[in-house]
Each structure stands twice: as structure tokens, then as C-alpha cells.
């Protein structure tokens, strides 16, 4: 009787650890995404498969298209070191006031085929908001 008992209990133990695996496994692959400059996510890219990343970059001084129903862009951004380098951006939801030309921004979504199609779009902060610049301002 003691033996089957065991049994059971390093069963139950083992499907235990089996599903704790699983969850944190699941959990990490699907939010893992890649963080990368234009110039990097240009070469990891794919023409299979689209390439799920954070994309960082500043936004070109090239003309920025609004949709008529004014929710979204579609923009070029480029590497911040190498302006050559440039990935045309398409994005549908509400865009930051601080969005414009020469922004720094990230984008997160997928690129294939040279066109990364952004879920989320944010703006770095200008640097009149930092704290060093508005005691100097003042």
C-alpha cells in the first residue's frame, strides 16, 4: 500500500512541475520581442517570415501622411546613426502629440519586406522636459 501511495504522489508532483514548466515557458516566448535599431531589424529580417520587433529610430524629414479619419501615420524612420538606413512605418491608432518630424520614437509590431507594420507607436520625451533643462530654463 505504501508503494502506490508514492506512486501517486511523485506522479501528482511531476505533472504539477510539467504545467509550472509549461506556463512559464509559454509566457516568456510569447512576449519576447527583439529591441532593435532600423539598421539591425533591416538585416535581421526574413523574406518568409515577418519579424516581430521594438524598433527604435528618429522619423524622416520626408512629408508624414495622415489617414482621413486622422487616426494613424505612415512615415519613413531611420537609423539614428546611419540616415540611410530607413524602414517605411505604417501605423493605425492614436499618435502622441510629440510626433513629428525628427522625433526619436519606438514602434513595435512586425516588418516584412521593408515595412513594418506598428501595433504601438511612442515618442521620446523632448529634452525641454527633462529636469536639468527646465532648472536652467527658469
Known amino acids: 500500500m505504501a508503494k502506490k501511495s508514492r506512486s501517486i504522489y511523485y506522479t501528482a508532483f511531476f505533472l504539477f512541475a510539467a504545467g509550472i514548466g509549461y506556463m512559464i515557458w509559454s509566457g516568456l516566448s510569447q512576449n519576447s520581442v527583439y529591441f532593435l535599431n532600423v539598421s539591425e531589424a533591416l538585416a535581421q529580417e526574413t523574406p518568409q517570415s515577418a519579424l516581430s520587433a521594438r524598433v527604435f529610430g528618429i522619423v524622416s524629414d520626408t ?66 522636459y527633462q529636469k536639468e533643462n527646465r532648472e536652467k530654463n527658469v
Open 63 to 128: 512629408p508624414i501622411e495622415r489617414p482621413q479619419d486622422g487616426l494613424g501615420a505612415n512615415f519613413t524612420l531611420e537609423d539614428y546613426e546611419n540616415k540611410s538606413q530607413t524602414i517605411q512605418v505604417h501605423y493605425r491608432g492614436v499618435v502622441p502629440d510629440t510626433f513629428k518630424a525628427g522625433s526619436e520614437v519606438i514602434i513595435e509590431g512586425s516588418l516584412q519586406h521593408s515595412v513594418f507594420t506598428a501595433k504601438t507607436l511612442m515618442t521620446k520625451c523632448p529634452s525641454k
